[in-house]
């Protein structure tokens, strides 16, 4: 059993910066794959990125380009969200997921991963 606790959120203006943290219980936390995922109002959830246990791997979501690096600490067992330039169409609950097993290949569908955190709210100003 894992859980996970977002925070970070909040309110920002457009171009500005945000860095979520995803801190994670348990003793195995180096074994999860993690994944962001964010979901607008009337909208699905959407993949953003993902990392693999070392950390050595990271996968991106097509609309990243750039702005966002994922990272995670297994010391502190926290996985890490980095955000810049933000646009008002970033504006969303961003949730954090883990995996246990399976294959990277699945790294941008939520139902592949077993726990999930409770969100965090993004809102980006224009």
């Known amino acids: 059993q894992v859980q996970l606790v977002e925070s970070g959120g909040g309110l920002v203006q457009a171009g500005g910066s945000l860095r979520l943290s995803c801190a994670a219980s348990g003793r195995t936390f180096s074994s999860y794959f993690m994944g962001w995922f964010r979901q607008a109002p009337g909208k699905e959830r959407e993949f953003v990125a993902a990392i693999s246990g070392s950390g050595e791997g990271t996968y991106y979501g097509d609309f990243v380009k750039g702005r966002i690096t994922i990272s995670r600490d297994n010391a502190k067992n926290t996985v890490y969200l980095q955000m810049s330039s933000l646009r008002p169409e970033d504006t969303a609950v961003y949730y954090c997921?883990?995996?246990?097993?399976?294959?990277?290949?699945?790294?941008?569908?939520?139902?592949?991963?077993?726990?999930w955190g409770q969100g965090t709210q993004v809102t980006v100003s224009s």
């Open positions: 997921a883990a995996k246990s097993g399976g294959t990277v290949l699945t790294r941008r569908i939520p139902s592949a991963y077993n726990y």
